[in-house]
C-alpha cells in the first residue's frame, strides 16, 4: 500500500503537509502515517522536574496525533496509523522510513515565509536524495483550494 508519512507539531504547514497528504491517500487508495516527534531537552533538570517536562511533551504529542487523526478521518475517510517517536527530529523520521518499505512519500510544507523549517531545510539540503522514498514540500503560502486541486 502506498502510504504518506507526515510529520505533525504546532505549524501551520504541517497542517498543509497533513492536508495535502490525507486527500492524496484517500484518492489513490493508499495509507498516512501521522508522526509526532518529541524533541531532546538541551538541559537536565532536576529529577522530578525533568520527568514532569517529558510528560507534558508526550502529553501534548499525544494532544497533537489524536487531533492530526480526526482531520485526516474528516477529510478522507481514512484512519492513519499514529506514532510519537523521541529523539532528533531528521534522525527520527529516516528511523520511521526505514523500517517501513510501504512509506511511498515524506510530505513535508515549507512555511508561509521565510526559512522552509528544520526538515524541510535538512531533507532537501544536507541529506537530499538520501531517503529511500521522495520527499513532497508542499508550499506554505498556497491557497487551500490550489492545495486541494492538487491533491
Given at each position: 500500500?502506498?502510504?504518506?508519512?507526515?510529520?505533525?507539531?504546532?505549524?501551520?504547514?504541517?497542517?498543509?503537509?497533513?492536508?495535502?497528504?490525507?486527500?492524496?491517500?484517500?484518492?489513490?487508495?493508499?495509507?498516512l502515517i501521522v508522526l509526532a516527534i518529541i524533541a531532546p531537552q538541551d538541559f537536565v533538570a532536576?529529577?522530578?522536574?525533568?520527568?514532569?517536562?517529558?510528560?507534558?511533551?508526550r502529553e501534548h504529542a499525544e494532544e497533537l496525533v489524536a487531533t492530526a487523526a480526526d482531520a485526516?478521518?474528516?477529510?478522507?475517510?481514512?484512519?492513519?496509523?499514529?506514532?510519537?517517536?523521541?529523539?532528533?527530529?531528521?534522525?527520527?523520521?529516516?528511523?520511521?522510513?526505514?523500517?517501513?518499505?510501504?512509506?511511498?512519500?515524506?510530505?513535508?510544507?515549507?512555511?508561509?515565509?521565510?526559512?522552509?523549517?528544520?526538515?524541510?531545510?535538512?531533507?532537501?539540503?544536507?541529506?537530499?536524495?538520501?531517503?529511500?522514498?521522495?520527499?513532497?514540500?508542499?508550499?506554505?503560502?498556497?491557497?487551500?483550494?490550489?492545495?486541494?486541486?492538487?491533491?
Amino acid at each position: 500500500m502506498r502510504t504518506y508519512l507526515v510529520v505533525i507539531d504546532d505549524s501551520p504547514e504541517s497542517s498543509l503537509a497533513l492536508r495535502f497528504a490525507a486527500r492524496r491517500a484517500g484518492r489513490t487508495g493508499g495509507g498516512l502515517i501521522v508522526l509526532a516527534i518529541i524533541a531532546p531537552q538541551d538541559f537536565v533538570a532536576f529529577g522530578g522536574v525533568q520527568a514532569t517536562i517529558e510528560a507534558e511533551a508526550r502529553e501534548h504529542a499525544e494532544e497533537l496525533v489524536a487531533t492530526a487523526a480526526d482531520a485526516v478521518v474528516q477529510e478522507s475517510g481514512i484512519t492513519p496509523q499514529t506514532l510519537i517517536r523521541s529523539g532528533k527530529p531528521a534522525e527520527v523520521v529516516r528511523e520511521v522510513i526505514g523500517t517501513n518499505d510501504e512509506i511511498a512519500a515524506l510530505v513535508l510544507a515549507t512555511a508561509a515565509n521565510g526559512a522552509p523549517g528544520p526538515l524541510v531545510a535538512h531533507f532537501t539540503g544536507h541529506d537530499a536524495g538520501t531517503l529511500p522514498c521522495p520527499v513532497m514540500i508542499v508550499p506554505g503560502a498556497i491557497d487551500l483550494a490550489r492545495l486541494d486541486a492538487l491533491s
